[in-house]
Each structure stands twice: as C-alpha cells, then as structure tokens.
C-alpha cells in the first residue's frame, strides 16, 4: 500500500518568515495530493491541494509543489502569520476500486515566533 | 452548521465495555469514511461506506469494530470490548462521488476516546 513520510515533525519560524514542509511518497500510482490543516479540538481542513499532471500551484500564501519522478511534494507557507500554527499533514491519493483512497503524513506542527 | 457532525465529542469507558459512536456527513454526500488518529500521527484509514454499502475495511479494523450506514445518510462506528489500545480520536468525513479526482473530503471534529 501507499506509505506517505512527512518532515520535519516540528519547526519553528519566526513570524513573517517562509515554511517548508516536505513529503514524500512510495505509490506511482497515486494521482491527487491534497494538503490538510488541524487546528486543536478540530478535524482536519483541506487548504490545497495538487493533481499528479499538475507540477505547482499556488493559493495567496501557501504553494504546493510536486515531484512525479521523484515521488516528492512540498507546501510552502509565506509571510506566516500567529494563526498558521496548527498540524499540518500532506497525504496521497490514489484510486482504488472507484475511489480516491487517501493515506495521510505524520503532520507537521509549525511554531511561528512573534 | 451543514458540516459533518460527530457525537459524542468525547467518551471515557472502562476496558471491556462496548462504545458506539455516531457521524452525520454533509447531507448530499454519498461517501463516507471513518479514520482513527493517535497523538502526534495522521488520520488512519478505516473504512468507507459509499451510500449505504461498506466497500472496504483496513486491516486495522479488527472483528470488534463494526460500522453501519443503513439508509446511506449517518453512519455508527461500535467498538466492542474496548481495549487501552483503542485509545485515540475517531475522525469521520464525506464526500461526493462527483467531485471525481479531487474527492475533497470533509473531516467532521472527531470523537476522542479514552479507555481506562
């Protein structure tokens, strides 16, 4: 089955500053990526996500970038702001039986520094 | 609030005791799933219901859990002689088959359990 490492599990950025967060994936054949946030208390939020023909895309403040070849896949965060701590987890879809089976990271919790 | 709903937010048991919790999808979304998280780790899949038939099971999903979605609209997860090691938050999200590639799935608060 698919096997999604995210990293780092932790950083800290100081408020203003640009995020990284870095993930990769063992299936060629998973096709959609989507990036969630989890704020304490709450289920996950998709913020953006990425489609295997597709190699960037980009929303306001936030940008994914993908990899085929190399099965890897960024999110970028710039300018952070206080209200950009949270969990944030890649995950890797790929289709299974008429569905888009979804496997999730191990998240990364940024800690922005006012 | 037309988000999905789970309840309750929160269950503490006693090991041995069975515990059955409930998710409301968005109300036009024929998929369901159920996932489990643990501290510090991503949702892990369970199992996924499209309308009312369950089309598959992760192996994570041992012969004491079951889930139900009899009319195809909210789902009940039932966890029976509950173990320390079902300890964790059980998160539920829907979708809509014709949303197609994207599938975006929309992930419900979650039910934490802690079992004694």
């Known amino acids: 089955g698919e096997n999604v490492e995210q990293h780092p599990s932790t950083l800290s950025v100081q408020e203003g500053d640009s995020a990284v967060i870095k993930c990769t994936y063992s299936?060629?054949?998973?096709?959609?990526f989507p990036w969630y946030k989890q704020e304490l208390g709450k289920g996950p939020q998709l913020i953006i996500d990425?489609?295997?023909?597709?190699g960037e895309k980009k929303d306001q403040r936030i940008a994914v970038t993908l990899n085929k070849t190399a099965k890897h896949f960024s999110l970028h965060i710039t300018e952070t702001q206080p209200e950009d701590s949270a969990v944030y987890f890649c995950a890797a879809s790929n289709p299974q039986g008429g569905y888009q089976k979804v496997t999730f990271g191990t998240g990364t919790k940024p800690h922005v520094i006012p | 609030d037309t988000g999905v709903s789970q309840n309750p937010r929160h269950k503490i048991t006693k090991r041995g005791q069975n515990v059955t919790f409930r998710c409301d999808p968005i109300?036009?979304?024929?998929?369901l799933y159920w996932y489990r998280q643990t501290l510090g780790q991503g949702p892990e899949f369970l199992t996924y219901f499209q309308n009312e038939a369950q089309l598959e099971k992760s192996r994570l999903l041992s012969d004491r859990f079951s889930a139900e979605r009899p009319k195809g609209s909210f789902s009940t997860l039932e966890i029976q002689r509950t173990e320390q090691g079902d300890s964790a938050m059980y998160l539920c999200a829907s979708s809509l088959r014709s949303q197609g590639l994207r599938n975006e799935q929309f992930f419900g608060p979650g039910t934490r359990l802690t079992v004694l």
């Open positions: 299936d060629s054949a998973s096709n959609y």
């Open positions: 109300s036009e979304h024929n998929r």
């Open positions: 990425i489609r295997s023909n597709v």
